[in-house]
């Protein structure tokens, strides 16, 4: 019944795949290898593993989780290799706006205009690179979680939906992979959570979901204000399209132009409308609530990707959405940005000052990170914008080290409290080395990844700002008071002997395991590549800012 | 004599019962045949009938002792379920490429029913719904053939396996004749034949003390709407000698104050059908006494019945002057009707721990969504919005993809409950609680048919929902970039608020959906559930129907988008 079921979803889809729309014979590196592969392959392994028996699957967790591993290794070699031109002739400097390397076009639904459209830029490029990354380092440090079966096949799962998200070119495909990333990150949560997972799952969920329906309407509405047209892409019934390519170059009619279609109200109007999806998703301060309780419950692999990857999917799609279609708006709203994003900073940071619970903490340091996001978008300068891209990748990778030393910290101590392990770097001098790593590297250490992003940000906002840029500079005093207040509490106080956390009962704490090991070491290494050599990866983003600027904001005329 | 409506290029007109009426109806003959035998195979026996005043018997076969083999208590429901699913392959395959031939029936003048893509749309949900029912009943309600003990339970169920059947029969039979009418006397008499038959099956499990007590209540509720409705239809007739659907529309433009208020009565009798506020109230009791099938028809099939009514006053024979003042008083009326609808079914579903009284208030919220598509239609047709009629036969489109996939997730739903039912009663969250441990198949699926109604793409729920949404806003917008210099936020037509208001709504809706999954997912199973589910192979192959249709409408839902909008082309709104 299970394979007849398999059999007739996956007759159904190639039922209309290949109906191919473009000439372009090229091999299509992104709808299958990217993102159908890690989907299907996930999918097929849940079913397998949920028809066993509790005892055999313990024993079929190890060669699932290996297989996993091995299926996640294998977007990750593609998008690498598409990184260094070693497959196939992709140019991701010279992209002007609205270009996209290795596009391929399939109708979808013909009548409303909906297509599998999908393709890379320098925006969203690096952020498939992170989460191809991410999969198996994040497998690979939650290595002995329990249930494994069906543990790793969830977190690859989201990885080819988040995947999905960062490379659809078609509305409809994007706010598809945007809630399909929901369903496996609610499922870690309630399966794998803490204590309160319940709560927190449903929470999440519900929250973002409410944000997204609003987004979705904006969407909607938009796309019945735009020109009708006819052609591939175009409904067969509607005369419109989902299609963002075709929407971005239609996108100079709803400014000033020979013929305006939309007047500046509806303009800022459908921008809040879409903004307020993205603002949830990132999170920025009235809207972050859900997120220290999803971080807090979430199992490590779970908050690993949703800190490394799932927030910045509020940021890419701002800047791929509604700062693409509606730059006047941008100037409209670009104060409410500026002081959404530095109250963000400072809440965050505030907030983190008075936290207990190490990964609440880490939670909401997040929180004050993503502000300089908002920032980064809300100065107006092409620095900005690459600095918040490079904000993106940069927290993508720190953020799941941090979250991985957490991870740890819970597992071995069986507690989360800073108060609970003192003199760490006795006990467990792995744990305490990278601790201190993740720690400074968020709190933004030259030559490390974050440092970057943040300098860069602050010579973006002077121009703009002036001498508020103080406030975001205290506020960098103040995340390196949180963060060295709680190393120093749980690394080195408590004398010679440490005091072990009382949650152990008087056994010796352990130091972190192989697999742990492994995963932050790499995540280390690239923390420490990307700080001393940030080109590798702002280089692109460079280029696609100021093709961005010089496509949206020059040719809108401002 | 024929009507003018005969007249036309295309129209083919005939007689009933003529050969051609045989030809066209095929399908519905087969029902009919169908019923019919469901009351005599049973009943086939030794009998004998003596000549009177004479000693010969003649063998009659009518009665006494059953034949063993038509006398199985599984033979109805095979009989029933074969013959469901050959009308419907037989009005699929006729359907499916949309070159269907129009049908008009013909009698004295009148037209009595017209066969076109709109009617056979509606016969191919109304078919699959109680084929998918009467499947999943026979695992549902078992039929055995008794081997030494006999429970009281199984006689019962033994006993009125005919029973069951013909009522489905009969209620499919009666929701074709909705869906062909054209005459508001048959599409009346289409209604009650269907609600009649649907007042027994709820109370068909009548020594519960909630059937019985449902069956009552939906009875008593049912037939004062049904009354009130016919006073309508009554008050209609008097104000212009007819009830033919083309010449009141055609009659209506200059009706006096009496005719408004005849339609408005007509209106509850629809309302109660398709369980709007504030004629909702029996729905929750009424599936939460039924067996599940059986709800998951109301749900379904029994709301899509509702519709048509709607569509069919509200659209058809429009209900204000183009243009006029009082228009806008109606489209307000129906507008916060919707919205009322809407929110008060998914508060209601949020306080509700019985998951059938939880399905019962999320199909209210569900046809809340569809009164906003119909008064964003309404804002067309009444002339609040400038828009070439394309864009009402979106919104139509979409009102009708919703109303079929419906029958994909909701039943499918149902059906799980079922499943549930059959080890015991359904009627609390917790008999869902394991659910996806103790069978990870069924947890999933219910978990996605959850996901579905609460419109989370990729499921056609998700498609469906989006469709209704689309064609609120693509009419509230209409064709304001043609006319206007630059379009601002206040031109846009109010009925975009309906659409603001159904999202929000399915925010809140979530919330009790996933709480379902959560207890499936999360839970221990309760004491005595702890076993395996039952077998069951039909009514899991059902599921397993509805699941697979419930993904792949959702992923490629564009013949059936097509099929939709090929049957509100022919309601011919312009």
Known sequence: MLVGGLLIIVAGLMAFFPSLSDSNDSVDWISLPLVGFPILVSCILLAFASQETRARKQVIAGPIRLFTLCASLIPLGISTALFFDWLILVNWENLSYNQYELEKEYVWIETIGVSWHVGMDGLSFPMVWLTTFLVPITIITTWNEKDGATYHPLLLMMGGALIGVFVALDLFLFYVFWELTLIPMFFLILKWGGKDRRYAAQKFFIYTFCASVIMLLGLITLYFLQPEGSGPGYGTVTNRTFDMKELFANAAFYNEGDKVFLGKDMQNILFAMLMIGFLVKLPAVPFHTWLPDAHV??????????????????????????????????????????????????????VCLGQTNLKKMVAYSSVSHMGVILLGIASMQPIGYAAALFMMFAHGIISPMLFAVCGAFKHHYHSMEIGAMRGMAKWSPYLAVYMMFAWMASLGLPLLAGFVAELMVMIAFWPEYGWWILLPGAVLAITAAYYLWSMQRTIFEGGDEGQPPE???????????????????????????????????LGMMDDWTVAFFEGVFKAGGI | ???????????????????????????????????????????????????????????????????????????????????????LGMMVIESIDGKMDTTTVVSGGIIIIKMDNFSRFFEILFLAAVLLASMASLDRIPAHTFHGKKSLE?????????????????????????????????????LELASLATYVLVGFHKETKSGAESGVKYFIVGSVASGVGLYGLSLLYLEFGTLQLTEIAANWVDSSILGTIALGLVLVGFGFKVSAAPFHFAAPDAYAGANSPVAGVLATASKAMGMIGLIRVLLIIALPESGAQESAIWLYALGTLSVITMTWGNVAALGSTNPKRMLAYSSVAHAGYMLAALTAVGAWKWGEVEAPSDYAEAIVAA????????????????????????????????????????????????????????????????????????????????????????????????????????????????????????????????????????????????????????????????????????????????
Not at chain 2, 46 to 69: C, D, E, M, Q
Not at chain 2, 441 to 458: D, S, W
């Open chain 2, 1 to 87: 004599m024929l009507p003018a409506a005969c007249d036309g290029p295309g129209m083919n007109c005939v007689e009933v019962f003529s050969t051609d009426f045989w030809q066209a109806f095929a399908p519905e003959a087969i029902l009919i045949i169908g019923l019919l035998l469901l009351f005599i195979i049973p009943n086939l026996g030794n009998s004998k009938f003596r000549i009177p005043l004479t000693k010969t018997h003649v063998p009659w076969f009518f009665g006494g002792k059953r034949v063993k083999a038509t006398g199985s208590p599984a033979l109805p429901g095979m009989l029933a379920t074969a013959t469901l699913f050959t009308a």
């Open chain 1, 297 to 350: 419950q979430a199992p490590t692999g779970g908050s690993m990707l949703l800190a490394g990857v799932m927030l910045k999917m509020g940021a890419y799609g701002m800047l791929r959405i509604p700062i693409a279609i509606f730059p006047d708006a941008v100037i409209y709203y670009q104060d409410v940005i500026m002081a959404i994003g530095l109250i963000s900073l400072v809440w965050g940071a505030i």
């Open chain 1, 503 to 537: 949650s152990l009962h008087g056994e010796t704490p352990p130091d972190i395991t192989l697999s742990e090991n492994i995963g932050m070491i790499i995540l280390a290494i690239f923390t420490v590549i990307f700080g001393i050599l940030p080109f590798i990866a």
């Open chain 2, 399 to 574: 009102v009708l993809f919703h109303l079929f996939v419906l029958v994909a997730f909701k039943l499918g739903a149902f059906l799980v409950l079922g499943l549930l039912e059959m080890e015991g009663g359904a009627s609390r969250l917790s008999a869902l609680s394991g659910l996806a441990r103790r069978d990870p198949l069924i947890g999933t699926a219910m978990f996605i048919f959850m996901l579905a109604l609460a419109g989370v793409p990729p499921l056609a729920g998700f498609v469906s929902k989006f469709l209704v949404v689309a064609g609120i806003v693509s009419n509230s917008v209409g064709e304001l970039w043609v006319t206007t210099e630059s379009v601002s936020f206040s031109d846009i037509h109010w009925v975009w608020w309906l659409a603001l208001a159904m999202f929000i709504n399915s925010a809140i809706s979530v919330f009790y959906y996933l709480r379902i999954g959560v207890v499936m997912f999360l839970d221990v199973p309760e004491e005595g559930r702890r076993k395996p589910l039952p077998y069951g192979a039909s009514i899991r192959m059902a599921i397993w129907i509805c699941l697979v249709a419930t993904v792949l409408l959702g992923l490629s839902g564009d013949t059936l988008i097509r099929m939709c909008y090929r049957a509100a082309e022919s309601l011919n709104l312009a």
């Open chain 2, 154 to 190: 199984e006689m019962y169920d033994n006993r009125r396996q005919a029973d069951f059947y013909i009522l489905m029969l009969t209620t499919a039979i009666g929701m074709c004749i909705v869906a062909l009418a054209q005459d508001l006397f048959v599409l009346f008499v289409g």
